[in-house]
């Protein structure tokens, strides 16, 4: 099975009309496992290290939340894409939500790696909290056309 965002309440996830798939707010929460992502050691092996953890704690455990989650939402997005036959080239627009605008480095950092030519058009808006809890860190909706040029 492909690990997809998946809805936490009644919503959907995700819908294609047309060439366009139009994902909801992804978060960093395991439906399954009903487990938020909060650092480094919730992500599958070989990740941390490969996304920034230093092995310092006072680094990782000020840097880690933030960019575990984000490596985790844009994964799952990602996944999602995959799943409906689009890759992350198709993804022409993303809107960010942060719990404090000062993790946007951090995250930026991530979505490069996901987005390493042209970085798709962004909104990014701080807000006061988000659900299930306030460990959440981010959330990102993203937009993808799957006509013919991707």
């Given at each position: 099975?492909?690990?997809?965002?998946?809805?936490?309440?009644?919503?959907?996830?995700w819908t294609r009309?047309?060439?366009?798939?139009?994902?909801?707010?992804?978060?960093?929460?395991?439906?399954?496992?009903?487990?938020?992502?909060?650092?480094?050691?919730?992500?599958?092996?070989?990740?941390?290290?490969?996304?920034?953890?230093?092995?310092?704690?006072?680094?990782?455990?000020?840097?880690?939340?933030?960019?575990?989650?984000?490596?985790?939402?844009?994964?799952?997005?990602?996944?999602?894409?995959?799943?409906?036959?689009?890759?992350?080239?198709?993804?022409?627009?993303?809107?960010?939500?942060?719990?404090?605008?000062?993790?946007?480095?951090?995250?930026?950092?991530?979505?490069?790696?996901?987005?390493?030519?042209?970085?798709?058009?962004?909104?990014?808006?701080?807000?006061?909290?988000?659900?299930?809890?306030?460990?959440?860190?981010?959330?990102?909706?993203?937009?993808?056309w799957l006509g013919?040029?991707?």
């Open positions: 099975m492909i690990d997809i965002a998946r809805p936490l309440a009644r919503y959907s996830a009309r047309g060439d366009f798939v139009f994902l909801s707010g992804v978060i960093a929460v395991d439906p399954g496992a009903g487990q938020i992502i909060r650092g480094y050691d919730d992500l599958p092996q070989g990740v941390a290290d490969r996304i920034g953890r230093t092995g310092e704690f006072s680094v990782d455990a000020k840097d880690g939340p933030i960019i575990a989650q984000s490596w985790y939402v844009l994964d799952r997005i990602r996944a999602t894409i995959e799943d409906a036959g689009g890759t992350m080239a198709a993804v022409f627009k993303l809107v960010q939500y942060f719990r404090n605008l000062d993790h946007f480095p951090r995250y930026n950092t991530v979505r490069r790696m996901f987005f390493p030519e042209t970085p798709p058009v962004s909104t990014v808006v701080e807000v006061s909290a988000m659900m299930p809890s306030p460990e959440i860190l981010i959330e990102v909706e993203a937009t993808a013919p040029r991707q």
